[in-house]
């Protein structure tokens, strides 16, 4: 295990998907996406914070006109779920009649897209589709389909690429997982 990334507090972090692997798994998506929209206009539902890297290369690589829309949810405190999730920034523009795309960052429980997926689909868009670079697979997917998926992961709490600890590391090209956690108390951050 090569330790590449040495932190103060939060940890050290263990390489888990390099540039080229994310790259490969970005450009896979994006052909799929472009194959089967083939002809026809998308929505992208950008799921904010930990999605944006991911949806500014996915957007770029999907050959077919885009709108491209941000939402922001919160229901995590630090690294766990708190379960109940809200909308505190919502889509600025009607989706009825529209084909949406949902683009996330990680699924862990799914309780996050869970909810989302049902606050859209009252919106009566004419398609509903979900595409995320990570799927933890920890949990059974019941409730929706995940219809696009990058990289199946088994566990552990994953950053950079958009992807965050307590709003460090968003910015790192690659994906780490945060290992040698300490204790730590006391956290308030419940942005996702
Ligand atoms: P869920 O509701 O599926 O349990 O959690 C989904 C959200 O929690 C993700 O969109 C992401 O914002 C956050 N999350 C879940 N697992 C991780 C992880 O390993 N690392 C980071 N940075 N965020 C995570
Ligand atoms: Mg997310």
């Not at 957007?59 to 809200?86: D, H, Q």
Request: aromatic share 8%; charged share 25%.
């Amino acid at each position: 295990m090569k330790l590449i990334y040495r932190t103060d507090n939060d940890g050290l972090l263990k390489l888990a998907y390099s540039k080229d692997e994310i790259s490969t798994a970005v450009q896979r998506l994006a052909d799929a996406i472009s194959n089967d929209y083939a002809g026809q206009k998308l929505l992208l539902v950008v799921v904010l914070k930990g999605a944006f890297i991911f949806a500014a290369d996915l957007s770029r690589r999907i050959g077919l006109p885009l709108e491209i829309e941000f939402v922001k949810l919160a229901s995590y405190s630090g690294r766990e779920t708190t379960g109940k999730v809200k909308i505190t920034k919502d889509l600025e523009t009607v989706i009825e009649g529209k084909n949406v795309l949902v683009v996330e960052d990680i699924l862990d429980t799914g309780i996050t897209l869970e909810f989302l997926l049902r606050n859209l689909a009252g919106r009566r868009p004419k398609s509903l589709k979900v595409c995320t670079l990570i799927d933890k697979v920890k949990h059974p997917r019941g409730a929706f389909t995940v219809d696009y998926t990058g990289l199946y992961c088994s566990g552990g709490f994953l950053v950079g690429y958009g992807l965050d600890m307590d709003e460090s590391y968003r910015e790192l090209d690659a994906i780490y997982e945060v290992t040698d956690l300490p204790s730590r108390g006391g956290l308030n951050d419940n942005s996702m």
